[in-house]
């Protein structure tokens, strides 16, 4: 009787263990199914996340440049593809060849692509005020570049075109005609309004500061680099002596450099731009001395940051200028 007792509650007590295991078990499996139900939802919604990042694209600016085969846009053209590509954003560059028909064209092309903001470099002050007139009643802010233009735009931003035209008669007094006495000559370029800042800065700065230099000429180019050369040469064969002139752009210095080269005379250039092309002869020493430089590397960055601000919500500042410098033969590089 004892024996079957002692059976008994071993039956018993291993019963209770298996019911005890069993449950745990249950409680495993129940909390493995949970966690993966957990993790199953965590994976979606971070699969949902990733699918609406994609889904979100980035904006789009369309930009007219004034002519890319020049150097300097080149390298506005370059910072601003960068920037861009920083910021998850396209850029759609086209080039108007000094055209304003042109560009008008291109501007309309971006207001039907309905890209999120148009930036100009206008081939004309004047002419494009009728495109920035366009983009804003397509609801399309504008920028502008380098050059200004008479339309409102949400901002410009460019090289202190004035301060620079100041520098190159700076030098000019400390560093060529030190006695503040001679005669200075202008090759500009009387449609874009940037570089007549830099004729004014050029002419005002002279006349405060050294009003016996006498600017004896000032010409026209129109962008034209042969044209440079023409305007030089006619004024070498019309004045007796230039002691120096103050070449609004580099590519006019490099035509009135070919005249001075050709006439044998000793005319210093001041040029404007800060191209390989003005550093190069810079550094050889001879007639052409310094440049005003530009940084279109700046400037590019800059024009991309004022639109990111100004469509993330805040207005940038209506005027943005980056200053420019000399370079000489002391830093030409």
């Not at 804003?136 to 802010?141: E, H, K, L, M, S």
């Not at 090759?187 to 050029?202: A, W």
Request: with cysteine; glycine share 8%.
């Amino acid at each position: 009787m004892m024996k079957k007792a002692i059976v008994f509650a071993v039956a018993a007590a291993m019963a209770l263990t298996a019911c005890s295991g069993g449950e745990k078990t249950a409680e495993v499996a129940v909390e493995s199914e949970t966690t993966a139900a957990a993790q199953g939802t965590e994976a979606e919604k971070e699969a949902e996340k990733s699918v609406g990042q994609e889904e979100e694209p980035g904006k789009k600016v369309g930009v007219s440049l004034l002519n890319s085969t020049h150097v300097f846009y080149n390298n506005i053209q370059k910072s601003m593809d960068y920037t861009a590509g920083e910021m998850g954003w396209s850029v759609d560059f086209q080039d108007a060849s000094g055209d304003a028909n042109k560009q008008l064209s291109q501007v309309q092309d971006f207001i039907t692509k309905k890209v999120d903001a148009i930036v100009i470099a206008p081939t004309n002050s004047a002419g494009s005020k009728s495109m920035v007139e366009l983009a804003d009643q397509a609801g399309i802010p504008v920028f502008t570049m380098d050059i200004k233009s008479d339309g409102d735009v949400v901002s410009h931003i460019a090289t202190d075109n004035y301060k620079g035209g100041e520098l190159a008669a700076q030098y000019l007094i400390e560093n060529i005609l030190t006695d503040k006495t001679g005669t200075a000559a202008v090759i500009t370029y009387s449609e874009i309004e940037s570089c007549v800042d830099r004729e004014k800065g050029f002419t005002d700065y002279l006349e405060k500061n050294a009003p016996d230099i006498v600017v004896a000429d000032i010409q026209n180019y129109s962008g034209d680099q042969q044209k440079a050369a023409d305007v030089m040469q006619n004024m070498l064969l019309k004045y007796d002596n230039i002691d120096a002139v103050f070449c609004v752009g580099d590519p006019a210095a490099i035509g009135a450099l070919s005249s001075i080269t050709a006439a044998e005379k000793d005319t210093k250039i001041i040029g404007y731009d800060g191209n390989p092309e003005g550093i190069a002869e810079i550094k050889k020493g001879g007639n052409w001395v310094a440049d005003v430089a530009q940084d279109p590397e700046a400037i590019g960055k800059t024009t991309m940051e004022a639109v990111e601000q100004y469509i993330n919500g805040t207005n940038p500042e209506k005027e943005i200028l980056i200053a420019p410098y000399i370079i000489d033969a002391s830093n030409a590089e």
